[in-house]
């Protein structure tokens, strides 16, 4: 079955970066476009990057400049390098993939950006 795992949140201070990784398993990573979601406290879960299978990259205009989406196919992973971090980015960080009519989600990783 499809799996999503999401590894390197943590707590920072403002400035500092992070590399978030999500390694997937269950069908053919390459295939699939992948993102990363985040949701803060008292609010919704908001898309914050994309990387299609074809590679081209997109990203929340908040984000865009600072945060930087990769993958590497050959270990199913997706990452997310987060550099100079602000208060507001801190978050559940969540991986996704689409295949078909279904959506499927990591359990997420904290990030918590205060000085």
């Known amino acids: 079955q499809v799996q999503l795992v999401e590894s390197g949140g943590g707590l920072v201070q403002p400035g500092g970066s992070l590399r978030l990784s999500c390694t997937a398993s269950?069908?053919?990573?390459?295939?699939?476009?992948m993102r990363w979601f985040r949701q803060a406290p008292g609010k919704e879960r908001e898309w914050v990057s994309t990387i299609n299978s074809d590679w081209t990259t997109r990203y929340v205009d908040p984000v865009k400049g600072r945060f930087a989406i990769s993958r590497d196919n050959a270990k199913n992973t997706v990452y997310l390098q987060m550099n100079s971090l602000k208060p507001e980015d801190t978050a559940i960080y969540y991986c996704?993939?689409?295949?078909?009519?279904?959506?499927?989600w990591g359990q997420g990783t904290q990030v918590t950006v205060t000085s």
């Open positions: 996704n993939v689409v295949i078909g009519v279904m959506a499927y």
């Open positions: 269950g069908f053919r990573f390459s295939y699939y476009d």
